[in-house]
């Protein structure tokens, strides 16, 4: 026995047009809730605006770019040095001077020093004849200490030579204004022009600025929600920027979607409420499934060890909500007293238009026909084609990051290259090796200054080793004689290949080797191993962030799709999209093919990038799968004809989701006319991923295999309905049950 028929003898499925529309629906009440209330819901969205406007004002001063990796030794050893050394590695300044007396560094090192709360001069030195360095520490972090770079400046200005003040906090300062202008340049002179475009000519009317006001509502939402969150947790900086960006495309999609189907339910009935509570018993249910997906897939970050990437799930998961939320309250509010006037005012000939949604005439119809009589060929094609460009990831080489994948032309950078050139790359961040010989006094042990000389020779022995700090002075031995610190500069910058290939060997074999006695606890951080240390925390928790997005999104999609089937495609075609992007990164970046494009060539991808990838295009992704699929299971419903169903639904929703994806790969975009290597390798892999998306898979791939699969892709068993209380889905029509 399963669900019957909707009839009067069957209360849970009243017999309606279609049954998800009877009294009883939540969607429905919902929407007309809302809109009996319609002045209400609006006041609301309006004081929340006010609100969350005013404290997303302060946002900026709440965020950091502190980046810690709690549980590691690089960890361990930053705590160590802060604590009984008074410095922070990553905040120090390093001055270079060229042609400058020692004693004259050393005093202007001393002003600066005195520019920066707890600022000290731990060291001058030569480096050769011409060249010497200054270390100011503090107990700044980077994100701290880089505020008294242009301090720092001016107090070494004076002396006589060239002089550059270069450290991580130095780079960083100088990046900050490279950051915004890439930005700027990327969103305001591309992203948001091609936006405004394709909007104007998918609507036609003025309706294009709907999108807009969702995203207002929402974003502003948004980021005064995270505002609470900022006063409690440590959020990165870059979360504003991923907030707006998925915030606007989310807010296209559920418009565009929307908005198309409001229309069309328009055409229909000319009664506005009734209209709008079909769209919303339809398209607004595919919304909240959308949304559902998209947060699973950004929101698992929460569980990343990083803090910086918990800062992204979080806004991940709050976005996509909010999103929601408001499509299904202001937004429908906003087409009651706007959506008749907004069209009233074309861009496009109305003959256009007209014939653009007609589904049985549009040129996706045609497409829809050509891909049902030759399916088995369109699959086979277009998944080689996907499987042809996710290869090159055998060959993907991940990285810490890196000081040569950002704009040479800067002062931090060039003092750097000077310094490079005259010891390692690695000077700037060099290794910074911690001793804890246990108690008080430790240091003095013959044990351990034996152990601690072979380990110096150890190191000077190590091809990458270009240089090794170690003295009796406060700044290698602290006050309590238990710790001692060694710094050691590497021949190659923090996030090169042979400087993580040296940390292995110090770990395994120069520190074992060097013979400590048992009491004793060596730990290596600083620049290399903490790029190593990254890469290790994060990827050991990566493949779990993926098991959990697949499960969860299968489970939710069965929900949403009332199949078994459909849901495991959405996922196989999604893992094909994020392989065909991480391929085409390699191809773009590490062979160099995108050179002529204006993209910088290197050979690593940034290690925190194929993570924010996979989290972001998998619920993106399904935010498409799900308007496509949607609308084919209404047709299905409708009508039990699987080649009707899945060319119908392509019909009728190709053009929004091609429009949708076109924005948001614009919006991606943006990053990667920007010069640092970075962010051109984010905005690339997520532009690719979304254009292969909503192009081959989702035009191509998604219905040809659909129709390989025919009536099986509507396949739930009726025990598995009852326990999701959703309709069955027979395997036959009606006709031939009965």
Same mark, same amino acid.
């Given at each position: ?53 005013? =404290? ?18 690089? %960890? ?19 001055? +270079? ?18 520019? +920066? ?101 929402? /974003? ?9 969150? =900022? ?144 399916? %088995?060929? +369109?699959?086979?094609?277009? %998944? ?58 430790? %240091? ?164 925190? /990038? ?127 049950? =009965?």
């Amino acid at each position: 026995m399963g669900y019957e028929p909707a009839s009067r003898t069957n209360p849970r499925f009243p017999a309606k047009r279609n049954w998800w529309l009877g009294s009883d629906d939540p969607m429905e009440r919902l929407t007309r809730t809302v809109l009996r209330f319609r002045r209400a819901v609006l006041a609301i969205w309006l004081v929340l605006l006010v609100a969350s406007g005013a =404290a997303a004002s302060g946002l900026t001063d709440l965020l950091t770019n502190r980046f810690t990796l709690p549980g590691t030794d690089t %960890a361990k050893v930053e705590k160590v040095l802060q604590e009984n050394f008074g410095q922070v590695p990553d905040g120090s300044f390093t001055v +270079i001077a060229r042609g400058v007396d020692l004693t004259d560094l050393r005093s202007a090192a001393t002003r600066a020093a005195g520019e +920066i709360p707890d600022g000290r001069v731990a060291g001058v030195h030569k480096v050769d004849d011409e060249l010497s360095t200054a270390l100011i520490v503090s107990e700044l972090q980077r994100a701290d200490s880089k505020a008294y770079t242009d301090e720092v400046r001016a107090a070494v200005s004076g002396l006589d030579g060239d002089v550059w003040v270069s450290g991580q906090a130095a780079i960083e300062r100088d990046l900050d204004p490279v950051f915004a202008e890439d930005l700027k340049v990327g969103e305001l002179y591309i992203a948001v022009p091609i936006a405004l475009v394709i909007l104007a000519f998918v609507f036609g009317t003025l309706a294009f600025l709907v999108p807009f006001l969702l995203a207002a509502f929402a /974003i502003s939402l948004t980021l005064g929600i995270i505002w609470i969150f =900022a006063n409690f947790m440590e959020l990165t900086t870059y979360l504003q920027n991923l907030v707006m960006l998925i915030g606007l495309g989310i807010a296209v999609d559920y418009s565009l979607l929307v908005v198309c189907r409001f229309r069309e339910e328009m055409r229909k009935n000319g009664s506005k409420e009734e209209a709008l509570v079909r769209t919303m018993a339809t398209a607004g249910r595919a919304v909240v499934f959308s949304g559902s997906a998209v947060a699973i897939g950004l929101a698992l970050m929460l569980f990343m060890p990083l803090p910086f990437m918990r800062g992204f799930g979080l806004g991940g998961l709050l976005i996509p909500a909010v999103s929601v939320l408001a499509g299904l309250t202001i937004l429908p509010v906003v087409l009651y007293w706007l959506g008749r006037p907004l069209d009233r005012v074309r861009f496009l000939p109305k003959r256009v238009t007209e014939r653009r949604e007609n589904e049985e005439r549009n040129s996706w119809s045609r497409l829809s026909r050509f891909v049902m009589r030759r399916p %088995a060929p +369109i699959a086979a094609a277009t %998944a080689a084609l996907l499987l042809a460009f996710a290869a090159p990831v055998l060959t993907l080489e991940l990285g810490p990051g890196s000081n040569e994948g950002v704009p040479q032309h800067l002062e931090g950078v060039q003092g750097l290259n000077v310094l490079a050139d005259a010891v390692g790359a690695g000077a700037l961040a060099p290794t910074d090796i911690v001793v804890d010989t246990g108690h008080a006094g430790g %240091a003095e042990d013959r044990g351990v200054q034996s152990a601690t000389q072979r380990l110096v020779s150890g190191l000077e022995a190590d091809p990458e080793v270009a240089q090794v700090e170690f003295g009796d002075t406060p700044q290698y031995i602290d006050a309590s004689g238990r710790y001692l610190h060694l710094s050691v500069a590497g021949r190659h910058d923090y996030g090169m290949p042979e400087a993580q290939e040296y940390v292995d060997r110090l770990r395994d074999q120069i520190i074992p080797a060097a013979d400590f006695p048992e009491s004793t606890e060596v730990l290596a951080g600083g620049g290399p191993p903490g790029g190593v240390d990254f890469l290790d925390l994060t990827y050991a928790f990566f493949p779990w962030l993926v098991l959990g997005v697949l499960v969860l999104t299968y489970f939710l999609l069965v929900r949403a799709f009332r199949s078994l089937l459909l849901p495991l495609k959405a996922i196989v075609m999604n893992l094909l999209s994020v392989g065909a992007a991480y391929g085409l990164m390699v191809v773009a970046f590490k062979w160099g093919w995108g050179e002529p494009f204006g993209l910088i060539q290197f050979d690593q991808i940034e290690g925190w /990038i194929p993570v924010m990838l996979f989290a972001t295009v998998f619920g993106l992704s399904m935010d498409y799968e799900v308007f496509l699929v949607s609308r084919m299971r209404e047709e299905w419903d409708a009508s039990h004809d699987n080649e009707h169903a899945v060319a119908a639904g392509l019909a009728k929703t190709g053009r929004i989701v091609t429009a949708a994806g076109l924005v948001m790969a614009a919006a991606f975009f943006g990053f990667v006319a920007g010069s640092i290597v970075g962010l051109q390798q984010f905005g690339f892999g997520l532009a690719a991923a979304i254009l292969i998306d909503v192009t081959i898979v989702r035009a191509l791939l998604v219905p040809s295999v659909m129709a390989l699969l025919g009536r099986w892709n509507w396949w739930l068993p009726q025990p598995l309905a009852r326990a999701l209380r959703v309709k069955p889905s027979p395997l036959q029509p009606a006709a031939e049950r =009965a």
